[in-house]
């Protein structure tokens, strides 16, 4: 006698691959904080972040934006921003035009561990050139020699890092992009046991272009955010996103002898009973559509379960 129908109940769990990565950067995108910053120079009520030079800026959408000097998130006294990633970053001048102080702002943080010696690195930042719309006057300018530098020790703005003209990655175009994020990146041999990463303009004055980006000159300020340091040039030059993988479809539902999987990015399937016992081991998927044989399966109800491709951009 045929089996009566069967009935699978979908059961989705969204997993995504794991990838061989470590970032030595801890809170890569400033999220995690000590405190909410209330005003400008509080680089270090971000988690984990310093400043080695001057008084690099933390901008938070937790701090208010109704105040003279704002360090909110999108809105604050330096410009209009989004974060690249999540609700934060941070802040850092570059450049000053007719200063008699070559103004260099760092934003530091020490490594999850030190760089291996001989050991190859990749790195990769997002910047975008600020153009405050507060006061009218800085920023107003936009240069080069955006870059990453490591050290085996850490320095203060009473000891300060001075630029030396060395970096291990160093982006030589100006970037004065003010409304998009602009990725930093690149690659190196570690030549040291490094401890700790720096973002900023490791050049002198007398080797930094710059362009006017406003009605007045001043300073050149960035905006910084998602900072990796790893081995893995995969981890480092993609990005992971798991958001939209689209749609899953199953049919006929019920069922007699097979169903039919349509979706989006599925890596596999597996069958379970209502006791969560394992009746189909993970059947790969290799293509949009997918055929799952039923045909010895007793009538009742069933499960499946799904398991996702990591999406890469």
């Known amino acids: 006698m045929k089996k009566l129908i069967l009935l699978i109940a979908v059961c989705c769990i969204f997993t995504q691959t794991t990838i061989a990565q470590i970032n030595l950067v801890p809170n890569p995108s400033f999220e995690d904080t000590v405190a909410c910053p209330t005003f400008l120079t509080q680089i270090d009520r971000a988690t984990g972040w310093m400043s080695f030079s001057y008084t690099p800026d933390y901008f938070n959408a937790c701090a208010s934006s109704n105040v003279p000097v704002s360090v909110s998130v999108p809105h604050n006294i330096w ?6 990633t999540g609700n934060a970053y941070a802040g850092f001048g570059a450049y ?4 008699l102080l070559s103004i260099r702002e760092y934003v530091c943080t020490q490594l999850i561990q030190p760089t291996v010696p001989l050991q190859k690195y990749y790195v990769s930042f997002y910047v975008s050139s600020s ?3 507060t006061n009218g006057f800085n920023p107003g ?3 080069n020699n955006i870059g990453m530098k490591l050290t085996t020790h850490s320095y203060s703005p009473s000891t300060p890092l001075i630029p ?3 970096a291990q990655v160093v982006n030589h175009s100006i970037v004065n992009d003010t409304i998009n994020w602009v990725k930093i ?3 190196f041999i570690a030549d040291s046991a490094y401890d700790f990463l720096c973002i900023g303009n490791f050049f002198v004055d007398s080797l930094t272009n710059y362009v006017l ?3 007045n000159s001043g300073d050149a300020y960035y905006y910084l955010d998602d900072v990796k340091l790893s081995t893995d040039s ?5 990005i992971v996103e798991t958001k939209d993988n689209g749609y899953i479809k199953i049919f006929p539902n019920p069922a007699r002898d097979w169903i039919v999987v349509e979706g989006r990015n599925l890596k596999s399937i597996e069958v379970f009973d209502l006791c969560g016992r394992l009746l189909i081991p993970k059947v790969l998927v290799s293509s949009f559509k997918t055929e799952v044989n039923i045909s010895s399966f007793s009538s009742g109800i069933f499960y499946l379960r799904f398991t996702l491709q990591p999406v890469f951009t």
């Open 96 to 99: 000053s035009v007719g200063s």
């Open 141 to 143: 300018v936009a240069c």
């Open 164 to 166: 030396d003209n060395l």
């Open 234 to 238: 995969a981890f480092v030059n993609s």
């Open 79 to 84: 410009g209009d921003q989004t974060a690249h």
């Open 185 to 187: 990146s690149g690659s």
């Open 213 to 215: 980006i406003g009605a």
């Open 131 to 133: 153009f405050a719309y």
